[in-house]
């Protein structure tokens, strides 16, 4: 079936650090890819997204690559604030479906230090 | 605004109860579902509606109920049927289906976080 894999975390970060958090996937078809972003006590929000291969989303500083070479989706940010201290889950869902085939990762605990 | 409120946003349940969890939006969104959060893990589908008086089940459905009979309300029902229930409860919605490319974007409530003493 198909599912996402995301990296362990928690990662640990000083401000102005550079932040990779890795995603890959394994799905049948051509998903679309996506990135949500949790702050602490409140619900998922969307951070970005990308529809098909090569494209590359992005968002208040933050970008992924769809690879399909790679089944990759890995979020990528320069340098990150304080405030980026959240859990981040990366999800795919099929050209063909609802939110029934929306799935994702376990989620990557962020912690950005000042 | 338009959103999704979810309510409580904190509540405890005694062993044997059963609990409603409230979920409302005013987006207009067709689409309707809850979501189970675990800590360390992804978030697990419970159940799903894409139309009034329609619903279906998710991944984990066992000791959950649901209803929809207003486009804008989606309650979930925490039975005594669940064995372990405590988690921190996500709704969400979403204004299509089926949209052709297929990128379904969700708008979720900030959650409801359930305590069983």
């Known amino acids: 079936g198909d599912s996402v894999t995301q990296m362990e975390g928690p990662v640990t970060l000083s401000e102005e650090a550079f932040l990779t958090i890795n995603c890959t996937y394994t799905?049948?078809?051509?998903?679309?890819l996506f990135w949500y972003v949790q702050y602490p006590g409140e619900g998922l929000q969307l951070l970005l997204k990308?529809?098909?291969?090569?494209d590359k989303g992005s968002n208040k500083g933050f970008e992924a690559t769809y690879r399909k070479e790679t089944t990759s989706f890995h979020l990528e940010k320069g340098s990150v604030q304080v405030s980026d201290s959240a859990v981040y889950f990366c999800?795919?869902?099929?050209?063909?479906?609802?939110?029934?085939?929306?799935?994702f990762g376990s989620g990557t605990q962020l912690t950005v230090l000042p | 605004d338009g959103g999704i409120t979810q309510s409580p946003k904190y509540l405890f349940r005694k062993e044997g109860q059963n609990v409603t969890l409230s979920c409302e939006q005013n987006?207009?969104?067709?689409?309707m579902y809850w979501y189970r959060q675990d800590p360390g893990q992804g978030l697990r589908l419970i159940y799903y509606?894409?139309?009034?008086?329609?619903?279906q089940k998710g991944d984990i459905a066992e000791g959950y109920s649901v209803s929809r009979e207003k486009k804008e309300s989606f309650p979930l029902t925490v039975t005594s049927a669940q064995k372990n229930p405590t988690a921190f409860y996500l709704c969400?919605?979403?204004?299509?289906?089926?949209?052709?490319?297929?990128?379904?974007?969700?708008?979720f409530g900030a959650g409801s976080r359930l305590t069983v003493l």
């Open positions: 969400a919605s979403s204004s299509s289906t089926g949209l052709p490319s297929g990128a379904n974007v969700l708008t």
């Open positions: 799905a049948t078809g051509y998903p679309s």
């Open positions: 990308a529809t098909k291969a090569d």
């Open positions: 999800a795919l869902n099929l050209l063909s479906g609802s939110a029934r085939q929306l799935t």
């Open positions: 987006l207009n969104h067709d689409a």
């Open positions: 509606s894409q139309i009034v008086n329609d619903f």
